[in-house]
């Protein structure tokens, strides 16, 4: 990610509660002993993440599919089921593109 369009976007992506809730537990795959995949390396279960984000499916599929587009997200199909887990690579640019903005230069 390189431009200040694509980074917009992404921050409003990831300026909803329930988005941001959504990436937290994906960042805890301790909480879903049950998922039937490798919760790291695959995902979580879409329909496990939305009860334990307390959303309707439709309301966190929704929210997850933002992000999907933007690539924040990497989804796995097995079967009817779908997967996700977070693109660690892209939040660690977006984390280091917002903190760039903090840094002091000349002229400010």
């Known amino acids: 990610m390189s431009d200040d369009i694509t980074l917009a976007k ?17 960042q805890r795959p301790e ?5 039937l995949v490798d919760s790291l390396t695959i995902g979580i279960c879409v329909n496990d993440l ?5 959303l309707a499916q439709s309301t966190a599929s929704h929210h997850l599919g933002l992000m999907q587009d933007l690539g924040l997200l990497v989804v796995t199909q097995h079967g009817p089921w779908r ?16 903190a760039s903005l903090g840094t002091g230069s000349a002229g400010e």
């Not at 939305?50 to 307390?54: E, G, N, V």
């Not at 997967?83 to 917002?98: E, F, K, N, S």
């Open 31 to 35: 909480l879903f002993p049950d998922n």
């Open 50 to 54: 939305a009860k334990a984000a307390d």
């Open 10 to 26: 992404c921050l409003k992506v990831l300026g909803h509660p329930d988005r941001l809730r959504l990436l937290r537990l994906l």
């Open 83 to 98: 997967y996700i887990r977070p693109d660690h690579t892209l939040l660690a640019q977006i984390g280091a593109q917002v």
